[in-house]
């Protein structure tokens, strides 16, 4: 059967990047005879602009019959004034939600050909190559109540709340089991555990988890002291396991140790596998338009897809390799430029990707 992919492009760089991928995944689907076809969506932004609203009906449809969705990225200037339920973050939440994605993964690897590109030593980062499990539908991100009340003094008062059920942390982290199990079976669980109850749960539940795992080693670490790792020596961890916001805030840092945030893909994924497929970055409204973004963690992200979704493992490989031989070759975008290398455009590299492919 015909798989169907939805494509949302979005907002800022989003419709650039989302271009190169595309670009691979035809040439790869043409050259592997594998049956997909892709639909445009609107998400975010582009959305709001069309329907008043970021996530409209009409995307609600196409993401629900598709069998997996790939996304560009979402915001930018122009809608930052608006209110909070209509910007477009708020689309990207609400489709992660719909389709209950619960399970974040974003591989933070080093390409070696990348080791100058890393702010920090290569000796620190070398042969990176660890996995962040985000949970990504539940914590502080959806937690009720939330909003700006007016005090009896009259001052304003913001509030969120931090919520975890049982189930909530007990799918996640298993999860983070199962991925460990086909890597290098050490999970790392971040919390705050020695301030925050939802979190001390957070940490019973997983230690409970990790039972039926024997294989796997567990550990634990408050967050704190995870992010000072994570740029002390990031070569201890092999699975992190986390909540909403401490994952979303440990994954830009793990993704500056791959030389540039512009590498790290991210798979979304329900409970059937079911995917929405991203680059962790944002949509870089500051070089949108510029033809100049790089859009290899959105060719990797397509790359997941076959390999998660679809289970197209050898597809899968063949665009990472194709990765691997286009760096080999001297072809960077500025973001992970160094002196005497190649410096391209957006399309120039996907074009580097559809080369290698073929050749
Ligand atoms: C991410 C992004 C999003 C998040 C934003 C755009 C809502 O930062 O995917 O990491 O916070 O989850
Ligand atoms: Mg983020």
Same mark, same amino acid.
């Given at each position: 059967?015909?798989?169907?992919?939805?494509?949302?492009?979005?907002?800022?760089?989003?419709?650039?990047?989302?271009?190169?991928?595309?670009?691979?995944?035809?040439?790869?689907?043409?050259?592997?005879?594998?049956?997909?076809?892709?639909?445009?969506?609107?998400?975010?932004?582009?959305?709001?602009?069309?329907?008043?609203?970021?996530?409209?009906?009409?995307?609600?449809? #196409?993401?629900?019959?598709?069998?997996?969705?790939?996304?560009?990225?979402?915001?930018?200037?122009?809608?930052?004034?608006?209110?909070?339920?209509?910007?477009?973050?708020? !689309?990207?939440?609400?489709?992660?939600?719909?389709?209950?994605?619960?399970?974040?993964?974003?591989?933070?690897?080093?390409?070696?050909?990348?080791?100058?590109?890393?702010?920090?030593?290569?000796?620190?980062?070398?042969?990176?190559?660890?996995?962040?499990?985000?949970?990504?539908?539940?914590?502080?991100?959806?937690?009720?109540?939330?909003?700006?009340?007016?005090?009896?003094?009259?001052?304003?008062?913001?509030?969120?709340?931090?919520?975890?059920?049982?189930?909530?942390?007990?799918?996640?982290?298993?999860?983070?089991?199962?991925?460990?199990?086909?890597?290098?079976?050490?999970?790392?669980?971040?919390?705050?555990?020695?301030?925050?109850?939802?979190?001390?749960?957070?940490?019973?539940?997983?230690?409970?988890?990790?039972?039926?795992?024997?294989?796997?080693?567990?550990?634990?670490?408050?967050?704190?002291?995870?992010?000072?790792?994570?740029?002390?020596?990031?070569? #201890?961890?092999?699975?992190?396991?986390?909540?909403?916001?401490?994952?979303?805030?440990?994954?830009?840092?793990?993704?500056?140790?791959?030389?540039?945030?512009?590498?790290?893909?991210?798979?979304?994924?329900?409970?059937?596998?079911?995917?929405?497929?991203?680059?962790?970055?944002?949509?870089?409204?500051?070089?949108?338009?510029?033809?100049?973004?790089?859009?290899?963690?959105?060719?990797?992200?397509?790359?997941?897809?076959?390999?998660?979704?679809?289970?197209?493992?050898?597809?899968?490989?063949?665009?990472?390799?194709?990765?691997?031989?286009?760096?080999?070759?001297?072809?960077?975008?500025?973001?992970?430029?160094?002196? !005497?290398?190649?410096?391209?455009?957006?399309?120039?590299? $996907?074009?580097?990707?559809?080369?290698?492919?073929? $050749?």
């Amino acid at each position: 059967m015909t798989k169907k992919i939805t494509v949302l492009p979005g907002d800022g760089i989003g419709p650039e990047i989302i271009a190169e991928a595309v670009k691979v995944l035809a040439v790869i689907t043409a050259d592997m005879n594998l049956a997909m076809v892709f639909e445009d969506g609107l998400i975010g932004g582009a959305a709001y602009d069309v329907f008043g609203t970021p996530f409209p009906e009409q995307t609600i449809a #196409q993401v629900q019959e598709a069998d997996a969705i790939l996304l560009g990225a979402v915001g930018g200037p122009k809608w930052e004034s608006l209110d909070i339920s209509v910007r477009p973050e708020k !689309g990207l939440l609400g489709l992660r939600s719909t389709l209950g994605l619960f399970a974040n993964l974003r591989p933070a690897v080093l390409y070696p050909q990348l080791e100058q590109a890393s702010t920090l030593k290569p000796e620190v980062v070398s042969g990176l190559d660890l996995m962040i499990v985000r949970e990504l539908t539940g914590g502080i991100y959806f937690g009720q109540p939330r909003g700006v009340r007016v005090l009896e003094n009259g001052e304003k008062q913001g509030f969120n709340t931090l919520v975890y059920s049982e189930s909530e942390i007990r799918r996640i982290a298993h999860s983070a089991f199962q991925i460990a199990q086909k890597r290098n079976r050490k999970v790392c669980s971040v919390d705050k555990a020695n301030v925050l109850e939802c979190t001390e749960l957070w940490r019973q539940v997983v230690t409970e988890v990790g039972k039926s795992y024997p294989d796997v080693a567990l550990s634990h670490m408050y967050v704190d002291n995870a992010a000072m790792q994570l740029v002390r020596a990031p070569k #201890q961890f092999d699975v992190m396991v986390t909540s909403n916001m401490f994952g979303d805030i440990l994954s830009d840092t793990a993704a500056m140790l791959t030389g540039s945030i512009g590498m790290l893909p991210s798979a979304s994924l329900d409970a059937n596998n079911k995917g929405m497929y991203e680059p962790i970055h944002g949509s870089a409204p500051d070089i949108a338009g510029q033809g100049i973004a790089n859009p290899l963690a959105t060719i990797l992200s397509a790359s997941m897809m076959l390999r998660y979704t679809f289970n197209e493992t050898e597809a899968a490989e063949r665009i990472e390799a194709a990765v691997h031989s286009a760096l080999d070759a001297g072809f960077r975008t500025a973001d992970i430029y160094s002196e !005497g290398m190649h410096k391209v455009s957006t399309a120039q590299m $996907g074009d580097a990707i559809v080369a290698a492919l073929k $050749g």
